[in-house]
Structure formats: C-alpha cells, structure tokens
C-alpha cells in the first residue's frame, strides 16, 4: 500500500490511461500543428497530418524530435505558444552546442509541480515534513521543480540550493530535516561529511531522499541509505520535458513510475528508430501530452533504459522504466566495446569502494586507453605500495571480466578526486580534445 498525491489518477486503471493519452495524443498533435511551424514542416515531410494520428498506436507515424532540432530551432522555434503566455524558461548547461531553453507556461508549471509532488508524496512525504532541496536552484530544473513539488505536498521547504556542505549539515541537524532531495553523488558527499563529523545514521534525522539528474547504481543506492539512515528514491527528467518529475519511484523502489498521463513513453532502436516491444533495451523517447508552451513529440532523450507494465505493489498503474544504464551519448565505445561508466561504477562499490572515481580515456598510438582512477577511504588508506598493487590487481580483474576489456586503476589517497555539488564529472575523454 502506498500513499498518493493524486491517487484518482495515479492508480486508473489501464483503461482510463490509454483513452486519456489518446485523447490527449489527438489535441496536442492538431495544437502542434497550428502552432509550431517547425514542427508542422517535419510532418509534412514525413507526410502526415493531424487527421492520421486517432490515438497512441497511431504515435509511430510520427517524425522524432531530436537534441539537433532543439539546436536548430533556438531559441524561439519550438514554441507552442506566444511569449507573452510565458512566465518562465529553464535551461541545460549542454556541453556541446547552444543550451536547450524549455519555455513554460504558468499552467506548465502547475502540471510540473504536481508531478514532483508525486514524487515526495510516493517517497513517504506529507504536510508535517521538512523537505531540504539541495538540487542547485537557477536555470537548472532540480531545485525549482522540487521545490515547486514540496509546496504542493505542503512540507516546511528548505531552499538550500547546492553547496555550501557544512551550512546543509547544519540545517539538517538543526531544523530537523526529514527529506532531502539533491543528486546521488551531493548526496554521497554529504554523508560523508557527516561520518568525517563523527555523526552516525540515528542521529540523522532524514528518513528519505529524492535523488536523480544522473546515472546511480543499485549499489550506491546501497551504500547512500546505510550512510544516512535513509531510504534513497529515484527520481528522473530533463529539461526539455519541464525537469525532475517524468518519472519517481515508488516504495518498491524497483523503477520509475512514468506519470503517464503527461508522457507517453516509447522503447526504440536507436540506430534503426524501429519501435521496441516492453521489456527491451533501448533508447527512451518520450511525447508530451499536456506542455502548451514547449510542446515535444516523440523526443529522443538518448537515455538507454527498459519499460515494464508489470503490476506494482503500490498501486500505481503507471508503466515503470528501470533505472536508466546510462546516455548512448556517455556510452564510451573504447576499442570498439561499448563500455558504461556505471558498469564501472558497479565493480568498485561490490568491492567496497566508494563511488568518488574518475574515468581517463585516451588514445596512445593509435590504440585507446582506459584509466580508472579510484579513491580510497580513510579506513581503507594505506601508502604500502605491495597492498596497492594486490588491490589494484583485483580492481582490474574485476573491470576485465564485467567490460571485456581491461582497464588500467591507480587508487588515490582519500579526497584526491574533486567532489560534485551537482551532477558529478565521471568521464574525461582525451580523444575528442
Ligand atoms: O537532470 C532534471 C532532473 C533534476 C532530474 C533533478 C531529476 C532530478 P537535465 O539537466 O536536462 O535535467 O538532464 C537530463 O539527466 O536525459 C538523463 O540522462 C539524466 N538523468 C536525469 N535523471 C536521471 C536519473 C535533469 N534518475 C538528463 N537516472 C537525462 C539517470 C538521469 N539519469
């Protein structure tokens, strides 16, 4: 049994999902088409018109959407409706290329808040919690849409923002915060600190987390609640479709709960764009079925991740996704093998490791390298050069079996690998320089 923000909808049935989405499919699909030109002439191509899609099995005579249409269309040329109906725009730091800025309509912003209200209620949170958002507040959507979401559920919010760690500790400790959201590595770190501070999980008065923005382990997931003394909730989004919030977990803690009634989620092969059934990997792409301002069809998020409809013991009806593995954009294909960094990730927390670790790709005379570079813990710190050796030894075995190739770790002394506030840098890729 499970608790609901807005269980009429949450827990429909099957049924109820499917007519809403192809009710909805159909309106976004004509609003799209009398609004955004862009759009209108992507379809035209493809052709087809608002006549062909009835609902969502029509969804695949679509035409994708991709990052390069967002680039394209900057900043203006993908919105639905006119500036002066919006009151807000967030925005991504993109690495590469222009920003992608998502415009909002005060509506877009009241439907976005519902559903990270969602997300606090399934990890426990009501109205007499105090709810510390540590997801950094600005153009990016984790402090913003969380803190939106803590409002709605009517917790005392704590708009911390990222930073600033031995102030989070204190306010956590002295306002009694029970729910803490920020990403999984700010997260780690903070527990840590407080270790460093002496402070065991009893004296911790969180009881939850909401954690999300990036790619985190089942095995972090592990070492994060033993920490702080918490239970560690998934949360994921982007901003292209409003923030954190498209999908949450549930007391089950097995995969997000995609809120269905403002996203269709779709499985396709990303070379091929072929549409996958449930339960195959692949890459996630996402329609948005209620956004008026920056309405996406069929986005291609590059995230690669599994759906399933398998019945959940929450309650919720909506479709859960796995725990994304990763972007098909962070995959690093090193000498020609596709390797993840949580796969690596998850051979040094199963040998005690934490997860403060750096990933150095190179290319030396024409062939690739990979470097892991590991922290230790004080606990585990020793500067006996023949311990070193056995330990990284064993990493390596390690790596070699879960990535089928080998890889080259240094363990480094404790607090050498610079510490993340937001989305931790995991990858430094030396040939695209
Ligand atoms: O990261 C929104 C967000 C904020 C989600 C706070 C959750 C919590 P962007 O900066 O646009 O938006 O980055 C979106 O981050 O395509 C995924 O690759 C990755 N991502 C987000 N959540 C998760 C998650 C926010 N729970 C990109 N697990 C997405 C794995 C995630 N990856």
Not at 117 to 135: F, H, K, L, M, P
Not at 283 to 302: I, M, Q
Not at 394 to 401: I, N, Q, W
Request: net charge negative; aromatic share 8%; hydrophobic share 35%.
């Amino acid at each position: 049994m499970g608790r609901y923000y807005q269980p009429e909808i949450e827990c429909a049935s099957v049924e109820t999902l499917k007519k809403m989405q192809d009710e909805r499919l159909v309106k976004q699909v004509r609003h799209v088409w009398e609004n955004v030109p862009y759009y209108r002439e992507k379809m035209d191509q493809k052709g087809v018109t608002p006549e062909d899609i009835k609902g969502t099995e029509d969804l695949h005579k679509l035409p994708f959407l991709t990052k390069e249409d967002l680039r394209l269309a900057y900043p203006y040329g993908l919105m639905g409706k006119p500036l002066k109906d919006c009151v807000r725009i967030q925005s991504t730091s993109g690495t590469t290329g222009k920003r992608v800025v998502a415009f909002y309509t005060q509506h877009d912003i009241d439907l976005w808040e519902d559903c990270c209200a969602r997300a606090i209620v399934a990890a426990g949170g009501t109205d007499e919690d105090v709810c510390q958002v540590s997801y950094g507040y600005g153009l990016f959507t984790g402090g913003p849409g969380l803190n939106g979401g803590s409002h709605k559920v009517g917790c005392l919010t704590i708009p911390t923002s990222s930073g600033n760690t031995e102030r989070q500790i204190m306010f956590i400790q002295d306002l009694q915060s029970t729910i803490l959201c920020c990403t999984p590595s700010y997260a780690a770190y903070l527990g840590e600190t407080m270790k460093e501070m002496g402070l065991t999980p009893d004296q911790i008065p969180l009881k939850a987390g909401i954690f999300g923005a990036e790619a985190w382990s089942e095995e972090m997931r592990q070492d994060i609640q033993n920490t702080l003394g918490i239970k560690a909730y998934d949360i994921y989004g982007l901003t292209e479709l409003s923030g954190p919030g498209v999908s949450f977990e549930c007391s089950e803690q097995t995969g997000m709960h995609i809120n269905e009634d403002h996203f269709i989620a779709e499985i396709i092969d990303p070379n091929t764009g072929e549409v996958l059934p449930e339960g195959t990997k692949g890459e996630l792409v996402f329609t948005s079925l209620t956004k008026e301002a920056f309405p996406l069809l069929r986005y291609r998020t590059r995230d690669i991740c599994v759906l399933s409809r398998k019945k959940c013991s929450c309650g919720r009806t909506f479709i859960k996704m796995a725990k994304p593995m990763g972007r098909s954009d962070d995959m690093l294909i090193i000498r020609g093998v596709n390797v993840f960094p949580s796969q690596i990730e998850a051979v040094l927390i199963n040998s005690g490791y934490p997860a403060n670790y750096q990933i150095i790709v190179d290319r030396v005379k024409n062939s690739d390298t990979l470097d892991v570079q590991v922290e230790m813990t004080p606990e585990m710190f020793t500067d006996n050069m023949g311990e070193i050796k056995k330990r990284q030894s064993a990493l390596e075995a390690g790596m070699r079996s879960m990535l089928g190739i080998s890889a080259k770790v240094v363990l480094v002394a404790p607090k050498t690998i610079a510490r993340s506030e937001g989305k931790a840098v995991r990858v430094i890729d030396k040939r695209k320089i």
